[in-house]
């Protein structure tokens, strides 16, 4: 079975889900592991926060960036917005 039709099925059944306490869990799952991706991308010391900075400042003084413009484009593309 593919994803698409394992995440519609998954919605058919949320959409017939009356069960209060089971719906707040699955809330639940879906915060807190949205909190675990920021706390994986947040730095956790002052030595990994300088390592990042300096591979932002590096990575832009080699032309390794793209204006705002380039970006709304991608997405506008990649999205069909």
Known sequence: MNIAL???????W???LQDESLIQR?????TSSAKDRYEQ?????IDELQTRL?????DISVGMV???QEVEDYFETKFKL
């Open 6 to 12: 394992k995440k519609i099925e998954l919605i058919e």
């Open 14 to 16: 949320l959409v017939r």
């Open 26 to 30: 699955i809330e639940n799952l879906k």
């Open 41 to 45: 991308r947040t730095p956790k010391t």
């Open 54 to 58: 300096d591979k932002s400042a590096k």
């Open 66 to 68: 793209h204006s705002q």
